[in-house]
Nanobody, 119 residues
Framework: VQLVESGGGLVQPGGSLRVSCAASGSIFSISVMGWHRQAPGKQRELVAT???????NYATSVRGRFTISRDNAKNTVYLQMNSLKPEDTAVYYC??????????????WGRGTQVTVSS
């Protein structure tokens, strides 16, 4: 199973950016997908999660600015980031709780995509 992120980059404070993550492989189903981030010198933290039914959860620091969504048919999760702040600068990692065709469970992580908020 692979999780591949895309869409990171450099954006000015107050700007917007959308990152995407597509899961591929021998996937039967994906229950929860989410995004974590890690800023330089800081611990990795949860940003947002979304269930297969669309239930969402956000970190307090991003609530109201970020929106997580997913396309179950494409095994893809998105993170729309608005009103970006310099403190949002981090490597953003995609995560997914996957049931494989074999029945095994895979808690996968992507390799990350860099988001830099700077003028």
């Amino acid at each position: 199973v692979q999780l591949v992120e895309s869409g990171g980059g450099l954006v000015q404070p107050g700007g917007s950016l959308r990152v995407s993550c597509a899961a591929s492989g021998s996937i039967f189903s994906i229950s929860v997908m989410g995004w974590h981030r890690q800023a330089p010198g800081k611990q990795r933290e949860l940003v947002a999660t979304i269930t297969s039914g669309g239930g969402t959860n956000y970190a307090t620091s991003v609530r109201g600015r970020f929106t997580i969504s997913r396309d179950n048919a494409k095994n893809t999760v998105y993170l729309q980031m608005n009103s970006l702040k310099p403190e949002d600068t981090a490597v953003y990692y995609c995560t997914a709780h996957i049931t494989l065709l074999s029945g095994a469970i895979n808690d996968g992580w992507g390799r990350g995509t860099q988001v830099t908020v700077s003028s």
